[in-house]
């Protein structure tokens, strides 16, 4: 993404294309803090709604996975990565990941390793584009790879199939390597590959997740999940270290209990992804705009030409993608409606 700072001075209730993060948060997450917000339960995640958001994480993703909540999707990457690595230990991933990218060195900073990073035409890693950075294996004079982590969806909303997850997991284990996911947006992932969480997770051999909700209408809600229980085991004392032991944990819980309890997950990241589609029809047909990925989850990447880029910023805000082409991103959420999209594309007509 552009690393220019954009003010957004338009009216705050019109809901743009910058971000999902943007977003305000499901009621049904209103309603439930308000249902627990009532008397005192004990601090810290030993409270009757933090288990039951464990054993719903637990529905989701296996009886053998380990989840620990946080509240920010930089801490869960980064202390999932912490978890898995020693200081002379590096972590393989796409060069628009997002601890690549933005996360302002937070995962080299605090777990001591160093990011390898490969470039990708679409985001996604391979085995055979993997393979070259193994190269100093054993030899004490490079930093040793531990970790290979992919996105799912990847930054550039390109969504893993199962089988490339298990032919990564296949790849990494067998050079002793562990693999992460990012899965800030798992669920939009989920509803287009039409599985559930666990079939390309836990069955799919990853060993850490990083399981994010505040994308798809969550407030402040994240959880880190071990597949591999040897890497949970000191886990908590990390966390604690890592600042993300949360005292009044029943409010983290309330919104996991409210996301996968009656799968509002699925239907906010179904209209996300479907409106994705959407923008990505109206657009497509437009002189002077080219699409540039194949729209599987909830992103539209364009290139458009630059000068109307700041002018079309002003009606509807996001972000530039690629300053030098001129490629832009559109992102969905999950109040999304159709009549933003048919707004947003008249303007971009005029436009152009």
């Known amino acids: 993404m552009s690393n220019s700072l954009y003010v957004c001075t338009m009216n705050y209730m019109k809901r743009g294309f910058a971000s999902d993060n943007n977003s305000g948060v499901s009621p049904e997450v209103l309603e439930k803090f308000a249902e627990i917000n009532k008397g005192h339960v004990v601090g810290y995640g030993d409270d009757i709604y933090t288990k039951k958001a464990i054993n719903l994480l637990k529905g989701q993703f296996g009886e053998s996975a380990i989840p620990f909540l946080v509240f920010t999707g930089t801490a869960a990457n980064v202390l999932s990565i912490a978890a898995a690595t020693k200081s002379y230990h590096s972590v393989i991933c796409a060069s628009t990941a997002h601890i690549n990218i933005d996360e302002c060195g937070a995962p080299e900073k605090f ?66 390597l562990l693999l992460h996911m ?63 032991l949360a005292s009044k944990m029943r409010f983290v819980a309330a919104q996991f209990i409210a996301y996968l309890e009656n799968n509002l997950w699925e239907r906010n990241a179904i209209n996300a992804n479907k409106l ?48 030098e082409a001129g490629e832009v991103r559109w992102m969905t959420s999950f109040d999304t409606q159709k009549n933003d999209i048919d707004e947003f594309v008249s303007i971009l007509k005029q436009l152009l």
């Not at 798809?216 to 908590?236: D, Q, T, V, Y």
């Not at 990505?280 to 030409?305: D, E, H, M, S, Y």
């Open 111 to 176: 777990s001591g390793c160093k990011l390898l990073s490969v470039n990708t035409p679409n985001g996604k890693l391979h085995p055979v584009i993997i393979a070259p950075l193994l190269a100093g294996k054993g030899f004490e004079h490079h930093v040793q790879p531990r970790l290979v982590s992919i996105s799912q969806p990847t930054e550039m909303g390109t969504v893993y199939t199962v089988e490339e997850i298990k032919q990564l997991s296949a790849f990494a284990h067998e050079n002793k």
């Open 276 to 323: 994705a589609r959407y923008l990505c029809r109206q657009v497509k047909g437009i002189n002077n705009l080219t699409v540039t990925q194949p729209v599987q989850a909830n992103g539209v990447f364009a290139i458009v030409p630059k000068e109307i880029i700041e002018k079309l910023r002003k009606e509807f805000f996001f972000y530039t993608w690629n300053e």
């Open 182 to 244: 990012d899965g800030a947006r798992l669920a939009n992932a989920a509803v287009s590959l039409k599985l559930p969480f666990r079939a390309f997770t836990a069955d799919a051999g990853v060993d850490i997740l990083s399981f994010g909700g505040t994308k798809n209408g969550l407030m402040a809600a994240e959880s880190i999940i071990f597949f591999n229980p040897a890497l949970a085991e000191n886990f908590k004392y990390i966390r604690k270290q890592g600042m993300q």
